[in-house]
Structures are given as structure tokens and as C-alpha cells.
């Protein structure tokens, strides 16, 4: 049963995410590239670099945290900048890089996208009418809860960066110094946060 408005707002919310998480090694390359040869402090850089590859506002009960290996391997000529924002594949005048968060994108033709997409249906066999409600189930492209399509991608800049407007530039550069990204953990995690959006701590 929906709860009153009144109720929605001070009810705990219920999120699951389930993350590959990128290599040690390959997020220090990209550290070390950003800030040594573009001057990005490191303090705009995304601590933990991972792809979501599923997401949902919905507690779902079969679930319980978890932490395993993989070993997912994105070749970088399959990988392109874009601004973390609707639209944001391609450039737009209303969207200034400097200002916003920027990630890199998986392309729909590698083949390592289906490696992702194994991950990401092992969440999907869980949507439920329960946890759906009245939403239509995600698949391989569209999403039940958030963003509407899915698209595999990682946050690797906060706002604030200052970088170039023209990320081909950065694109090119971060291509032909790193040749490869290895994503060697596949995370499951379970989330309850308070009214204020912060985080219920078990």
C-alpha cells in the first residue's frame, strides 16, 4: 500500500546498487594522468571509479551485500569523455565540461559490454511486481528507476575541474596513454537513508 505524502517524506529510503569497480592500478594511471599532465587537482577526481551497471529505490529482499571478484576488461578505444548530464554524449553549448561532472562512456559496439550486461541481469531477474509496483521492468537498455536508459559509463571528474570544453582532446590523450581499463570487483550494496538523504549506518 502507498504510504500518505506526509509519510513518504520522513520514511526511510531503500536503494540497491551494484557496481564493477575499476582496478587499483588503472585508477592511479588515471590519477596520475589527470593531475601530472592536465593540473587537475586531486581533490575534483572520483574516488572510487566504478561502472553501475544497476540501480533501483526499492528495498529487494532476495539481496544481500556483497563483494566478488571479476575480471571485466574495457579496451580504451572503446571508451569516449562525455559530461555526466542528460544529453551529455555530445556537445552542447549549455554544458561546460569545467562545470560539471565528466565521465568516460562505454560504446555500444565493444564487446565487452556484454560482460556487463551478464552482471546487470543477474539484478534484473529480481524486479518483481513487488518491488516494481506500477514501473516497467528494466532491460539491457532502459531503467525502472532513475535515469531512463542505460548506458554503462564512470564518473572520473567532479564539477569544478576547469578542464577543456573540447573533451576529444582529453579523449585522444587519455587513448593513447592508457590502453585498457580492468574492473576486478563486482560490488553489491544495500542502502537505507533518513529523511535528510544521509546514510542509516547498520
Known amino acids: 500500500m502507498r ?3 506526509d509519510q513518504r517524506k520522513t520514511a526511510p529510503r531503500f536503494e540497491v546498487w551494484a557496481q564493477l569497480c575499476l582496478c587499483d592500478r ?3 594511471l588515471i590519477r596520475n594522468l589527470l593531475t601530472t599532465r592536465l593540473g587537475i587537482k586531486p581533490k575534483i577526481l572520483v574516488n572510487r571509479m566504478h561502472i553501475t551497471v544497476y ?15 571479476s575480471h571485466v576488461v574495457i579496451p580504451t578505444e572503446a571508451t569516449r569523455f562525455m559530461v555526466m548530464a542528460p544529453g551529455g554524449e555530445n556537445p552542447r553549448s549549455e554544458l561546460d565540461p569545467a562545470k560539471n561532472k565528466v565521465g568516460i562512456r562505454i560504446q555500444k ?3 565487452a559490454r556484454q560482460e ?3 552482471f546487470r541481469e543477474r539484478l534484473l531477474i529480481h524486479e518483481t511486481p513487488e518491488v516494481l509496483g506500477r514501473r516497467k521492468r528494466s532491460t539491457h537498455t532502459a531503467n525502472a528507476f532513475g535515469a531512463r536508459h542505460f548506458q554503462p559509463h564512470m564518473a572520473v571528474l ?9 573533451l576529444t582532446k582529453l579523449g585522444l590523450l587519455f587513448r593513447h596513454e592508457i590502453k585498457s581499463l580492468t574492473f576486478d570487483r563486482f560490488l553489491i550494496d544495500l542502502v537505507q537513508r533518513d529523511a535528510e538523504g544521509k546514510r542509516i549506518r547498520a
Not at 529487494?60 to 566478488?68: H, K, S, T
Not at 567532479?158 to 573540447?166: A, E, N, W
Open 158 to 166: 567532479r564539477s569544478g575541474s576547469g578542464i577543456d570544453r573540447d
Open 116 to 118: 556487463i550486461l551478464w
Open 109 to 111: 559496439k565493444d564487446g
Open 55 to 69: 540501480h533501483a529505490r526499492r528495498p529487494i529482499r532476495q539481496l544481500q551485500p556483497a563483494v566478488e571478484p
Open 3 to 5: 504510504l500518505p505524502l
Open 26 to 28: 588503472d585508477a592511479a
